[in-house]
């Protein structure tokens, strides 16, 4: 079996020609942008614009990456489109924060309709038969997937796969959050998502990562890594290899094995680059252990509920802005104002949250982070 290619490529600047460099450096190091992408060919770069902010906040890939991977597909004559949805209201307005809409209107880069989408079927999936995928996506030849390495308490790390997600427009990604609850199900549709929409390559911003309270609250950590693949699987696990993440703990690796998208087993992985330990990073500020399954057992449910992580609002912090709320998928809400008074922090109902953690993401003020409670801490953690 061949191996999947990953490229590390130190990068300690934003600098657009440093970056640019370094991209092509990369991309070279895994056959080059013409053995990827054909001449005439309209490809799609999807970067990841949670909610768009200033690009120094770490929050969206960085307008140098992107830049980067747009010149050398330009180069390489494809017709280059992007796209991202955030889950917060229409992706111009984002982009435009992100810095990526002037960036890419000065290339001729054009924006794609991530905003609406069409069914499409998925025969071969794990999990999901059919998606609603934006059309953006569907009306392209191929997809470049731009991550930025930012924690995450549901899926510990966003990477690659996970970014594919803004491929799903705008609320309907919330539905999925509802359906399903179980953390593995959430990743086995991460996964069908890639293999439907399976990126021709992915270049990961490491640059600068995100850590602690990610994907949007977290503290910025200089990583200097650009991470370059074909495989998404890969390509995450080598970054959870950088922050001294087991792999195995994010639970698209796995999955993401067993339906063929990519491997993670190190074996498995040819690192070409620069060398991955002179990117460790031990204690980077990250979950490091597995998630666990929701069960339908009520005694079980009970118990999980009662020592799993779960998002805690620092009132200290909160402005009562009502973002959370609002953001809530659940019906009823795990997560309203308490008695109607909407000038107090609201609270949680921990018996009803399915620890999607959409209100800690769309917390402006960092309020809400992922919390150990005491009897986990005290039982199952260290
Ligand atoms: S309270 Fe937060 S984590 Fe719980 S279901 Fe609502 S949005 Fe998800
Ligand atoms: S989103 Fe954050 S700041 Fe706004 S009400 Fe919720 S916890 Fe408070």
Redesign the pocket.
Known sequence: MNRSKVALIRCETYDPDTVYQAVRRGLDLIGGISSLVKSGERIVMKPNVLYGTNPEKGVSTHPSVFRAVGKLLQESSARVAYGDSPSFAGAEGHMKRAGLKQLADEMGIELADFDKGRTVSHKESLLIKSFVIANGVLDSDGMVNLPKLKTHPLVRLTGAVKNQFGCVPGLLKSQY?VKLADPYDFAAMLVDLNTLARPRFCVMDGVVAMEGNGPRSGKLRKLNVLLFSTDPVALDATACRIINVDPEVVPTSTLGEKAGLGVYHSEDIELVGDSLESFLCRDFDVIRTPQEHCSQNRVKAFIKNRTCE??VIDGAKCTSCGM?VK????DP???DWRKGDEKKPPA??YD?????????E?CPEGA?SAQSTVLGRLFFRN
């Open positions: 959050h779960r998002p959370c953001m809530c998928p659940v809400k795990a997560l949680h109902n009803r949250c399915i620890r999607c953690y959409c209100c800690q769309a809400i």
